[in-house]
């Protein structure tokens, strides 16, 4: 044994010395510089950005395809597509910590505001003012576009497309009920009454009675009048917009759900399940498969309020779909987000990501997505009588379904604000909403208790420096 | 067996290896064989638990440099409400699912350590949940569970049970993603069967002779002879326990009311969600010495009742 005192010192050396290596290479400066890519490639030299972002087998191909007609457009500019369908969140923060940050990414809306104050994104404003087609004034849905693109009046992104949440429903149902569908024009809005009514009328059990009549079995519902899916935050925060509130006020970046009128919406959304027994309490599935898209298509469900993006597989029911604006409480209403895309401002070249990032805003990459439904545009172009002919596929959108995209989102469509912190202040308004779905506490009672807990958490994260 | 004629033994640069002595060279192989794991160990496990207990005296978010805060994130433990409930949801959890995984294990094992025809096809059948991935599992059940549709609240109401919301009422959700983790037992059936079949016959037989019953050979023969293999299911299970994830992320995501916020899940949602990246690395360190103290404690209080056959 006498070799190996000597070797496993050696050995120890060496791998203390890797070790140190590797803590140091890991404590390295991580942030990005702001103003590295001032010396970028010249235009004649073929430069490669990479971009980073999410998405299903179809936005792949989508993305594919815009990458192909891009470098055909900009033949110094090779896109290396990184996508990452799944955690994009911790994929895209680990390469930041690394040091490698993509040069473009999709950048969720719920984080956008947290990733400018902290640098990491490219300052487009310039960029974006002298450009002939994009800085042209009404290029984008205004004000909506600018109001979820800037901070003091900077754009480091520009919009995707919107999406909103409007109802789907089950057209063969209305029509063997012998009721009115609701309508796709805003200025025809249900109220309140007239949609707790009709989700009255739809609703049966296996008896065949209605809630509200003796004997209506709530155990046993053969068919459901409404799901409004509240496990979907942008979902759930349209039902506060149409009774004239914001989920989160873009004055003060706080919550203002326990004023009267948030308070009285959230209330109105518990009381389909509590009060008039019109809507299934089970809502916990949606991310695992199960939708109500299923429950539509099979008659066990007259309406469903979920996010526009989802007509790219209600499209495919074998029932006849319909769509139509939400009911109103106090005011014809939505909510209208999407993900952003955006340059690094660690990019070695500024100038190419924002070439790339410029041709996702122009028609070509966004229509492919509106035409299978899961988008709407937020570029005007695509909204005028010819523009819509780009985009309006028989087969994916029913009947005047245009009139969502052409009016309700233009005209009452609010842009969601997700300040900086709100992950965190969220995680005391879950609960608080989880006891107000089943009924453990009211809307008053939740909402009074959690909220200024979670605004104390939105102050303290806004202040991390 | 390398000869002096061929070129790895020839080659120069390898000259100085071999004129080693012999005992060293042995060793110098030796390392190099367990390298790949010494390596992996290293980079990918000691050198981030490293940076993580400088990260503990930091606010980080990832984005940012990290920040020196002292003491910062260990005070904040104190006053965290969800840090003190994550750890409650974890501990009971563990209370309920590592003795009830143990015995259905155990007894398990012994039904499936019968000789019987076509034995090998039911163990195929018991161990085969416990090698479906965990999202698989998730989606199975959590249409189990389901209030409206789901399997548990039709069979409710054959015996007129009035149906539970098992994954929106407080009061039931944990207890379904216990019952759901007895799901995965498997794993410890086949280590326990492993050990039920190393313990010889011939105690068997002599018990038989000496009049001892199923029972009587059940606790004086096989629980001692087994002792280690459930010592070691234990200590397994109770380090799963405390890092279990998957099921309070995919099918509660911590809800309701954060009955099923596991403390891992909620160390995950700050490192990733909340970027505090920082205070995620003292939730860390804090759970490795919980998981150290409670496999000390288990070795010092319950390692003493172990039987070792060859214990001298």
Known sequence: ?465 | MTTATSPIATAPRLGWFNSLPSVTRRTITGYLFIMPFILGFLFWFLAPALVAVWLTFTDWNLIRAPRYVGFDNIWRLGTDKLFWQSLKVTTLYTLASVPLGLVLAFLLALLINTKVRGIAFFRTIYYLPSIVPAVASAVLWAWIFNTEFGLLNAILRWFGIARIAWLQDPTYALWALIMMSLWGVGGAMIIYLAGLQGIPDVYYEAAEIDGAGRLRQLWNITLPLLSPVIFFNLIMSIIGTFQVFTAGYLITDGGPQNATLFYVLYLYRNGFEYLNMGYAAALAWVLFFIILVLTLLIFRYVGGMVHYEDNT
């Open chain 1, 1 to 465: 044994m006498s070799g190996q005192g000597v070797s496993r010192r050696q050995f120890l050396k060496i791998s203390g010395m890797s070790l140190a290596a590797v803590g140091l290479a890991a404590c390295a400066p991580a942030a990005p510089q702001p103003g590295a890519g001032e010396g970028a490639a010249p235009s004649s030299e073929v430069v490669t950005i990479s971009f980073m972002g999410w998405g299903n087998p179809g936005e792949d191909e989508g993305v594919r395809n815009a990458i192909a007609v891009f470098e055909e457009e900009t033949p110094n500019v090779k896109v290396t597509w990184m996508h990452t369908p799944e955690n994009y969140a911790e994929k895209f923060l680990a390469n930041v910590a690394a040091g490698t940050p993509p040069d473009t990414a999709f950048v969720g809306s719920d984080v956008y505001r947290t990733y400018i104050r902290d640098g990491l994104l490219l300052d487009i404003t310039d960029y974006l003012e002298l450009d002939p087609l994009l800085g042209a004034e009404n290029y984008f849905i205004e004000p909506q576009e600018s109001e979820r693109c800037t901070v003091d009046g900077r754009w480091y992104g520009i919009g995707s497309c919107w999406v909103a949440p409007h109802i789907y429903y089950n057209a063969d149902i209305f029509e063997a009920e012998g009721i009115e569908p609701p309508s796709n024009d805003p200025d025809e809005a249900w109220t309140w009454e007239q949609f707790v009514d009709t989700a009255r009328a739809l609703t049966v059990d296996v008896n065949g009675n209605h809630p509200g009549d003796s004997g209506f079995d709530v155990q046993n519902v053969d068919r459901w009048g409404v799901h409004w899916d509240y496990s979907n935050g942008t979902v759930l925060y349209s039902a506060v917009n149409i009774n004239g509130a914001h989920w989160i006020e873009p004055d003060t970046l706080k919550l203002d759900i326990d004023t009267p009128a948030g308070v009285e919406a959230i209330q109105n959304l518990a009381d389909l399940m509590l009060v008039h027994q019109v809507m299934p309490q089970s809502t916990a599935f949606q991310g695992l498969g199960m939708t109500n898209t299923q429950m539509l298509e099979n008659g066990k469900l007259a309406m469903a309020i979920d996010g526009s993006w989802a007509l790219d597989w209600m499209k495919n029911m074998r029932a006849t779909l319909g769509t139509s604006v939400l009911p109103q409480m106090s005011r014809v209403a939505t909510n209208m987000q999407a993900h952003l895309h955006s340059g690094m401002s660690g990019s070695k070249n500024p100038d190419a990501a924002w070439a790339w990032v410029r041709f996702l805003s122009t028609p070509f990459y966004q229509t492919q997505f509106c035409r299978t439904g899961l988008w709407l545009p937020s570029q005007t172009a695509l909204m005028t009588e010819e523009g819509l002919t780009e985009w309006i596929t028989e087969g994916v959108h029913p009947t005047d379904y245009y009139k969502i995209a052409t009016e309700y989102l233009p005209r009452f469509g609010m842009v969601l604000y997700q300040p900086i912190g709100w992950p965190r202040a969220n995680s005391v308004i879950q609960p608080a909403l989880d006891a107000i779905w089943i009924g453990d506490m009211t809307a008053e009672e939740a909402l009074t208790a959690a909220v200024p807990e979670a605004n104390a958490i939105l102050e303290e994260e806004q202040a991390r420096t």
